[in-house]
Nanobody, 124 residues
């Protein structure tokens, strides 16, 4: 079992930056590929970024590539999402998820554990 708690969301102007954090419980954190997803009002939850168990491999949705960076610290059981050059269309609830042992997992049903989400609002 893994419990995930996100933090770091908030209100920011377009062009600004935010750093999301996800704290994971349990001793097996390093066994999981970790991902970030988001869900905007009236839309389906979508993939944002994923990072492999060791942190060597990352993969991003085209919409955030070059602007967002995912990272993890296995010693602290933490995963992060650095978001730069934010746009109003990035407004959503952002979710942290723990998934399979293989990397580059981008589908919701590949992830077993989810946090409660943190709201990110980007004003124009």
């Amino acid at each position: 079992q893994v419990q995930l708690v996100e933090s770091g969301g908030g209100l920011v102007q377009a062009g600004g930056s935010l750093r999301l954090s996800c704290a994971a419980s349990g001793r097996t954190f390093s066994r999981y590929t970790m991902g970030w997803f988001r869900q905007a009002p009236g839309k389906e939850r979508e993939f944002v970024a994923t990072i492999s168990r060791t942190g060597v491999s990352t993969y991003y949705a085209d919409s955030v590539k070059g602007r967002f960076t995912i990272s993890r610290d296995n010693a602290k059981n933490m995963v992060y999402l650095q978001m730069n050059s934010l746009k109003p269309e990035d407004t959503a609830v952002y979710y942290c998820a723990a998934g399979p042992t293989y990397s580059s997992a981008t589908r919701i049903n590949e992830y077993d554990y989810w946090g409660q989400g943190t709201q990110v609002t980007v004003s124009s």
